[in-house]
């Protein structure tokens, strides 16, 4: 059982906007913490996608976005390519520790 | 450009001490500030954060392991590693290294391809 929870999976056509969420709780996101988002294609290692909540690294592309309201943060993929097949996982911090949530398997249909 | 590679045995008894050493290329473990961490996966499964340390020594781990895990630099400083004690079957997994995305943050920016752990007798 994952401190942040996210969808198992989520799924859509090329050119769709996709949402993936990832709830917590008053002692990580909630409490301020930043959330930061991994993608991870398929036999390879992850890649931060998004970091403190809506930055993304260099020659991430700004089809990729990311909010946090609350206890809650979401990653937005907009204009779906058949590359962003991937597992998306969400992290934060709770108690100084980090925590994951346990994935979301993206299928472009 | 900061390049990362795991290395150690792919197979550990159960009981016994899990050893695996991280090959920095393009820098040195501690030039830079940055901090360094372990993440496992087990197969099929999600993320899990074993710990990190940065180059003055101070170290953040995983409640859950805390009690069998050590990061240290090796004397090397090319190389950081991390121990596990006491292995069971759960903790096999792929582990990777990775270091922060910059010099003041922990988030892990750049990663190793991984290892895969196999504990079994």
């Known amino acids: 059982q994952s401190v942040l929870t996210q969808p198992p999976s989520v799924s859509g056509a090329p050119g769709q906007r996709v949402t993936i969420s990832c709830t917590g709780s008053s002692s990580n996101i909630g409490a301020g913490y930043d959330v930061h988002w991994y993608q991870q294609l398929p036999g390879t290692a992850p890649k931060l996608l998004i970091y403190?909540?809506?930055n993304r690294p260099s020659g991430v592309p700004d089809r990729f976005s990311g909010s946090k309201s609350g206890t809650s943060a979401s990653l937005v993929i907009t204009g779906l390519q058949a590359e962003d097949e991937a597992d998306y996982y969400c992290q934060s911090y709770d108690s100084s520790h980090w925590v994951f949530g346990g994935g979301t398997k993206l299928t472009v249909l | 450009q900061v390049q990362l590679q795991e290395s150690g045995p792919g197979l550990v008894k159960p009981s016994e001490t899990l050893s695996l050493s991280c090959t920095v290329s393009?820098?040195?473990?501690?030039?830079?500030?940055?901090?360094w961490s372990w993440i496992r996966q087990p197969p099929g499964k999600g993320l899990e954060w074993i710990g990190y340390f940065h180059y003055s020594g101070s170290t953040n781990y995983n409640p859950s392991l805390k009690s069998r895990v050590t990061i240290s630099v090796d004397t090397s400083e090319r190389q950081f590693s991390v121990t596990l004690s006491s292995v069971s079957a759960a903790d096999t997994a792929v582990y990777y290294c990775a270091r922060g995305l910059g010099p003041t943050t922990p988030l892990p920016g750049y990663w190793g391809q991984g290892t895969l752990v196999t504990v079994s007798s």
């Open positions: 393009g820098g040195s473990v501690r030039s830079g500030g940055y901090y």
């Open positions: 403190s909540s809506t």
